[in-house]
């Protein structure tokens, strides 16, 4: 298995407040990405890292930032939580994506419940 | 809008059935990939398909990508209960290399003993 790591597995926080997530890879890959998945909507990825310092928005990235510092850790902030941000949270790594995608090692999840 | 229609959402099929999923879109990808989902855990690759008309085996799956590189499906000889889960196909579009990947919504497989 992939060393990848994520803390915490499962976090209830209040609406307003600010929650940072951690991804931690033992990997040495290049790639990092933050997904969520709800019911219905398969993963939609929030944010990706293509290297340290280097971040750029996906598909549904409002509400949330990400920083990378290490190449070994990938943390994704929600600024202020809301109820829609209710979700499991993976985070994803990957060795390169050209020509083809190589696989993309998901760690366990993050259960965020905002109430 | 949901790029990659994966259809059906839901099947409950007895062991030793046969059974197909459908991953659709309107656009072309450079590449697909299928993964497996179990209950309180990431996906995991099952397969990667890059030319279209390909078509992969793994053991009782196989997985085909379409001419066109718009679509692609797996199907499931014989189902197992171990092959209950959820499969998530993923494509990939352009020559973009961040390696950014779009899902399909899932189909949810259960397999009755």
């Not at chain 1, 990235?61 to 990400?66: A, E, K």
């Not at chain 2, 099929?13 to 990939?33: A, D, H, K, W």
């Not at chain 2, 299928?34 to 793994?58: C, S």
Request: aromatic share 10%.
């Amino acid at each position: 298995d992939a060393g990848i790591t994520q803390s915490p597995r499962h976090k209830v926080t209040e609406t307003g407040t600010p929650v940072t997530l951690r991804c931690h890879q033992t990997e040495n890959h290049r790639y990092m990405y933050w997904y969520r998945q709800d019911p219905g909507h398969g993963l939609r990825l929030i944010h990706y890292s293509y290297g340290v310092k280097d971040t750029d928005k996906g598909e549904v990235s409002d509400g949330y930032s990400v920083s990378r510092s290490k190449t070994e850790d990938f943390l994704l902030t929600l600024e202020s939580a809301t109820s829609s941000q209710t979700s499991v949270y993976f985070c994803a790594i990957s060795e390169t994506g050209a020509p083809t995608p190589l696989e993309q090692y998901f760690g366990p999840g993050t259960r965020l419940t905002v109430t | 809008t949901q790029l990659l229609e994966q259809s059906p959402q839901f099947l409950s099929i007895q062991e030793g059935e046969n059974l197909t999923v459908y991953c659709n879109s309107s656009s072309v990808f450079s590449s697909l990939q299928w993964y497996r989902q179990e209950p309180g855990e990431g996906p995991v690759l099952l397969v990667t398909v890059v030319t279209g008309g390909e078509v992969k085996k793994l053991k009782r799956l196989t997985f085909q990508f379409g001419d066109a590189r718009k679509d692609s499906s797996l199907h499931i000889t014989a189902a197992q209960p171990g092959d209950t889960g959820l499969y998530l196909c993923a494509g990939a579009r352009g020559s973009s290399n961040t390696g950014k990947l779009i899902f399909g919504q899932g189909t949810t497989l259960q397999v009755k003993p």
